[in-house]
């Protein structure tokens, strides 16, 4: 657990009582902490204060008398004197509510905030009761478009400048701005440039009025129609808090819930909107079957399962093999690893899908960082794929320790990316020699003794992950390595996808059994297989293995859970070629996708807000995620499925309800053996438990080694970075945020071009292994030289998977 220095306390004095706060604390906090509330629209607790809308008035006494001023930026001092309820705070805060209504509309009865509105709250509470205003009020062209999914009513606005603030200090995409003077002040975007954040939706979810509204969202419920319940978004694998809102059996809302731990109450878009894909047209609703003409075709429940029992059973367990359950619940991924381990008996599991990364250095690192380490460093490494397009979340929150605690960051990337306007210092290589520049880091080459400098000093958090899908997989085991060299480094490895963490605790990886024990560890197996029975006796394929082996016909069936690795795998032509192999292939999933075309069985499964269950995020941190709707048609809970199909196996999982399988991961998973759904549903704990939390037992303590990288070869090589908006299945069934998508184009240096005789704007081929492209290419000054940046996973740009060397040329002909 990080360590915090504790602040010194002061005693003051809020209407008569005496309480102990923090020296230097805001009064408006103070006060709200020791129980009295004092009104506020301009006071947000993330942001900085500036005291603009003086609705937190109070008097405070002084040498010279007592003076009225604004609570949320005047510092608790030893024995200051605040009184929050005399006559003239009331007077004054009367006044500003009558100015603020001066020509603020009166349509609450249509306005989206209208029913958890401050501003209506405060009228009633704090408000004269009439207004003496009787002239016309001002009025504007309404709504206007900020952006795609945020609208904005300009007569609501009480200029608050919080979405402004946000915008600038939080997110660090300042695109909406005070214009005008006076009376005609208003939030407008610069010219011809939307408001085009990542995190827009956050400015609504902050405006204290109907000000600002979500698209997704504007008219289609009212806040006292919601049914709420908390949650985790599966977006990344950073675990951001959420507030999953309905409205008859429908989610039509999700905002953020400020975890102190976590994501600090922000969301980006994505986890923000990506609910509409759960109520798509297109979900899967019954089980199907390919017929003999290759024809998928619905089938009951009865058929799938007896078919995929008999097809299963036919074959030796170590013949069959699993891909995918990152995005599935603990509960789920336990259950899946219980089915292959004990009723299948084969030990070829892998939820990663083809990242490739190490388990044990995911899941078993001795130094292991907590997001919270982050506020703490004095420096940051960031090596890995762009925070701002991958882990929103952990972007923030790395921007806030820069900006705002003063921390060193050092960002090593092929090109720029979303934190290199705060980054102390930034490196740039071409994909395929990173070893090289780690190896020159860690000597004295002089071109990196400003980064060793920084690293040398204090606390270090590395942030370690794939830069980009064509780099060695082994890259951030050799990052870790160095990092564990610094004295006192910590380190937080980053794998993206929703629940890949929890997934790897519960044992889908192939040298991995539930609760971080390495299946070469004896005391860890037998201890098991006193629960289970006998297991597998070796380490079975990763994702990369079992496509090879369904080749090569050395595996015959495979299960896909949540998996689609032609689309989203590093080489989506073996993937094609190894499903086609299959002699029998299951997909469990929500939605047809370019894998499960391949399936003989797909069976549909409930996803996010659908089931109820625990995901673990990328530091080790255990949150309860909930189920509010039920799923459409006849889709089951994955552990459902399993557990029917195990006894049509002659076989028994025993999985009565996600609860039961909680209690028996608390009995058999080593790590988690102090945990249950009660610490983190209720208490303090609710924001989520790391496990191990000290009365669990460590099973695996891993240590980095350096693998040795090769330098790569060729005269261009493939920056395949994943972009927040891509071609993914649930952003294509999400409406919204489907159109955010970027086009399409290839990225060189200006010099990489020039050599080439090639323009910005030119249609050029794009040429790997066994792919390519026509794509417009675009001149990029902040690129590696030797290095092409196109973005991975769009609707056309997928089919390079994990090629490292490209050719580019003018498509006309002639390099």
Known sequence: MPERQPAEMVTITIDGAAVEVPAGEMIIKSAE?????????????RMKPVGMCRMCLVEVETPRGRILTTACNMPAAEEMIVDTQSEVVQKAQEGILEFLLINHPLDCPVCDKGGECPLQDQTVAYGPGESRFVEEKRHYEKPIPLSDLVLMDRERCILCARCTRFSEEVSGDPLIEFVGRGYSTQVITFPDEPFASYFSGNTVEICPVGALTAKPYRFKARPWDLDAIESVSMVDSSGA??????????VVRINGIDNDKTNHGWLSDKDRFIFQAIHSDERLMTPMIRNEAGVLHAATWGEALDLVADQLGSVRGDEVASIGGANSTNEEAFALSKFLRTVVVTPHVDAQVGDSLRPELLVGLSNRAEIDDIDLADTILLWAGDLKEEFPSLYLRVRHAVTELGAKLIVVHPRRAGLDDVATL??????????????????????YA??????????????????????DAALPEAVAAYANSLPGAKILPLARRGNVFGALDMGLAPTLLPGRVHVGNAAGRAELESHWGPLPADAGRDTNGILAGLVSGELKALL????????????????????????????????????NQYASVILPVDGFAETEGSVTNVEGRVQKVNRIVPGPGQSRALWSILDELSVRMGGQLGAGNAAAIAKEIATVAPAYRSFNWDRIEWGPERDGVVMPDGDGVQPLQYEPSDPGLKAAGGRLTLHFGRVLYDGGTRIAHSPSLAALAPDPAVHLHPRDASALALSDGQIVDVVGDEASLHLPLRIDATMAEGAAYIPANLDSTWVFGATQVVSIANAGGGE
């Open 426 to 447: 930034t490196v740039r290589y071409r994909p395929g020699d990173g070893g090289e520049v780690l190896r020159k880091l860690a000597s004295n080459d002089e071109k």
């Open 33 to 45: 902490d020791s129980g009295t509330y004092i009104p506020r629209f301009c006071y947000h607790p």
């Open 241 to 250: 808090s959420v507030s999953i809102e309905t409205s008859q059996n429908e």
């Open 560 to 595: 896909m859970v949540g998996a689609d690795p032609v689309r989203d795998g590093r080489d989506p032509r073996e993937a094609r070629r190894a499903l086609s192999s299959a002699d029998f292939v299951v997909s469990f999933d929500m939605f047809l996708n370019d894998s």
């Open 450 to 471: 400003a980064a060793r400098n920084l690293l040398s000093e204090g606390k270090v958090t590395a942030i370690v992950g794939l830069p980009g899908r064509t780099e």
